[in-house]
Nanobody, 117 residues
Framework: QVQLVESGGGLVQTGGSLRLSCVGSGSIHSINQVGWYRQAPGKQRELVAA????????AYADSVKGRFTISRDLAENAVYLKMDSLEPGDTAVYYCNSPLQVALDQWGQGTLVTVSS
């Protein structure tokens, strides 16, 4: 099965932008759907954005709608999360995952995003 690896996190000021990458070890076309999740300190992991790999339909949590954009590039076997107008509340470890891996509670290392005020 395709493994997904996150990267692109870092430290950014309020109002800044980052683009996270999620690269598959093989063709992401076999995954069907990929979601970006985040977990802030002391909070539960939450789904912030998801994309259907074939149809490219997308969905967003209300907290990020209008600020985050999820996209995919089949040639690069990658799913991206462009984050604009970042707020301190966006500080978290961000993960990408497929529904199957979420059901198995299998997660990668994630990538840390820190937004300073």
């Amino acid at each position: 099965q395709v493994q997904l690896v996150e990267s692109g996190g870092g430290l950014v000021q309020t109002g800044g932008s980052l683009r996270l990458s999620c690269v598959g070890s093989g063709s992401i076309h076999s995954i069907n759907q990929v979601g970006w999740y985040r977990q802030a300190p002391g909070k539960q992991r939450e789904l912030v954005a998801a994309i259907d790999i074939t149809a490219e339909t997308t969905a967003y949590a209300d907290s990020v709608k209008g600020r985050f954009t999820i996209s995919r590039d089949l040639a690069e076997n990658a799913v991206y999360l462009k984050m604009d107008s970042l707020e301190p509340g966006d500080t978290a470890v961000y993960y990408c995952n497929s529904p199957l891996q979420v059901a198995l509670d299998q997660w990668g290392q994630g990538t840390l995003v820190t937004v300073s005020s």
